[in-house]
């Protein structure tokens, strides 16, 4: 056994194909199966269910995948905290972060970081949470920023609180809401919502306050530029964090909008 098995093993579970697998990890479908055989080989028993559609592990299989990312994990964290000890002058940092956090959080966080280390190459990716999660269970980045909501309560994933940012909607100059003096939740829900990708907990507190079932927003992108463009040229309500666009608002180009009865707990979006 060895730790690039317990890669694989951690694929599958993630992609639940092995075809998926296998192309996520870069090698072939069937060098993959082997590896995960082999493995089953070891241990002495079977870990993926292949009789169920959904390749789900066996109870032994669960096992071992809690073990296998707890073992990869600290590998990763152990070669990291070396190299920064010996080679802080040198390396690569590899990182991602939601759509809001970087339009001014991460790049004044770089910026500051190359000046104190030219040396060190760094690369971010922008994503929404879901997929940056399944980018560190691969390891392909050490860390990311995102809501700290849908992992502080999951063991496989350490957390580190970051200062709260405000959530806010904004709209265009002009929107049909800037008449009313008063506006209630209700009045959100007669026009578009444009976000990025919503946390669950914050997606089922908007699912309540539309007495829906659940709740889809009408418009969802990860490139935040793109999507406060969508807002400047339609009646759609954006959300995000204040500090992603605080210079588009001081400039008047955005209009805050403030809702009489809106949770304290969705005020915090990332």
């Known amino acids: 056994m060895d730790l690039r098995q317990l890669r694989y093993f ?8 092995f075809v998926r697998a296998a192309e996520a990890m870069g090698i072939t479908q069937p060098a993959f199966s082997r590896s995960i055989q082999g493995l089953e080989h070891e241990f002495g ?18 096992v071992v995948l809690q073990h296998a990312r707890s073992l990869v994990q600290g590998a990763a964290l152990l070669s990291s905290e070396v190299t ?5 002058d ?8 939601g759509p809001a956090p970087a339009v001014k959080l991460v790049p004044d966080a770089v910026a500051q970081f190359i000046n104190a280390h030219p040396k060190v190459r760094t690369c971010f990716e922008v994503d929404n949470w879901e997929k940056l999660s399944r980018a560190l269970n691969r390891e392909e980045i050490e860390f990311f920023i995102a809501d700290i909501r849908h992992f502080e309560s999951d063991p496989n ?9 405000r959530g806010v909607f904004f ?18 829900f007669d026009y578009p919502l444009a976000t990025t990708m919503i946390p669950p907990g914050i997606r089922k507190l908007l699912a309540n306050l539309s007495g829906r079932v659940d709740f889809s927003p009408s418009i969802q992108t990860e490139h935040f530029p793109a999507l406060v463009k969508v807002v400047l040229q339609s009646n759609a309500i954006g959300v995000g964090t204040e500090e992603a666009f605080i210079e588009d608002v001081a400039q ?8 009489r009865n809106l949770p304290q707990n ?3 979006m990332n």
């Open 252 to 259: 008047g180009s955005l209009v805050l909008l403030h809702w």
């Open 45 to 62: 028993c079977v870990l993926v269910d292949r009789g169920n559609k959904d390749l789900r592990p066996t109870p032994e299989g669960l």
């Open 10 to 17: 951690i694929a599958l579970d993630e992609h639940r194909s």
């Open 90 to 97: 040198a390396g690569e940092l590899r990182f991602g972060c």
């Open 84 to 88: 920064q000890m010996t080679k802080l």
């Open 171 to 188: 709209c265009r100059p002009g929107h049909p809401l800037l008449a009313k003096e008063s506006l209630s939740t209700n009045d959100m």
């Open 266 to 268: 969705i005020e915090s």
């Open 157 to 165: 994933f350490q957390t580190q609180a970051l200062t709260p940012k």
